[in-house]
């Protein structure tokens, strides 16, 4: 039986592991990273790739604006192909209960530092003049940001193997234990730390945590980026993140650098079929229009689907759980902005070392509740 041994051994290259990864590296440790299939190429694949500060409780939303700031100084230093770009947020609002959900997003920002301003209906249609008329109004989050994850998690593990202190290790893992991964080929990783990053499969390696799947479907289309200047959502949005609903959809378009526009987002209770279903990609469709009548005749060029990872409270876990081995994990819809808190927080723990937010909303012993419906 074959056999390695690294500082860390993380089971996980999506962009929460390379996170936990990059942040091992730049402590001197060093890391090796397990994953059966690509680089990103889980629900990172997926991911609309918006860097947003939002959070349905406040220890949520700490987490995305720390986060953020983290993504504020990583972002700069990446290539052009991780698509960062500062591209705000426009939350809007329809109805009399939409105003009311605006003012309370705008007092949980400002409580926790998040920079926002609230747009009058006319001042809607100036920031977003492919915007159908007829608003209550809006909020504009400045700070926000756009990255295509996948290529940011290619590009660092690229760049930590280059400088040697990460190798990546293709492989399954079957089992882990607080000295190592037992891998499928009957190999082993040992390491003095054991992350499981393993995105919605979390409970299959660490049975205590657990994490379901939130199915979510985007579509891509052409031409349409000329549509929004920012990233726009209904701020409706932020309800439907909790829905129980087997399916519940809200608008949110992300103009791309090719010229399409990303159009999402669905959410999926108590599925983990990951294929991209027609019906639930035309009431997508069908919904843009109603917000962006400009959409309408817009090609369909694409589609995907994914399978978010998410906690029965909706925070994430970020410790360590009852066998020893560290979990990051169940980021749910925020995974590509909260990964690289995550990453810090994660390490901060193993190290010893205090972090700069609470870190117990996050803590893996927080709650053993069963995992409620899907
Ligand atoms: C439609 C959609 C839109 C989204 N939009 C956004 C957004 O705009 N902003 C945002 O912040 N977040 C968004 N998210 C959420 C975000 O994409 C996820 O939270 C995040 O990508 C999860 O990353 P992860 O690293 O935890 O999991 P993954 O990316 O799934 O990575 C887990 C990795 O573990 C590997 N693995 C699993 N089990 C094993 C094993 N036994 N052995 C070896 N390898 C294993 C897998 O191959 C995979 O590569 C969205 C998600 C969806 C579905």
Known sequence: MSRA???VAIVGAGIVGVAVAREAVREGLSVGLVDEGPVGGGTTSAGMGHVVAVGTSAAELTLA??????WATLGPSLPSEAGFRPIGTVWV????EDRALLDRTRASLSAAGVASRPLSAEEVTREEPGLAAGGVGGLLVPGDFAVHAPAVARHLVASLSEGGRLQLLPSRAEALDDRGVRLA???????RYVVNATGVRLSSLSPEVPVVPRKGQLVLLGRGAA?????VAEVGYLSSVRSSDPLSMAFNVQPQTDGSLLVGASRQNGTSDPSVEPAVIDA???RTREFLPGAAGLPVVGARA???PASPDHLP???PDRSGVWVAGGLEGLGITASLGAGRLLVDQMLGRASSIPIAPYLPGRSRAPVAGG
């Open 284 to 286: 997508l469709v069908r």
């Open 93 to 96: 609002g329809r109805t009399a």
């Open 65 to 70: 604006r720390y986060s953020r700031e983290l």
């Open 317 to 319: 876990w970020i410790g």
């Open 5 to 7: 041994r690294y500082d």
């Open 306 to 308: 994914g399978l978010r």
């Open 185 to 191: 080929s009957g190999g082993r990783v040992e390491a």
């Open 227 to 231: 549509l929004a200047r920012h990233q």
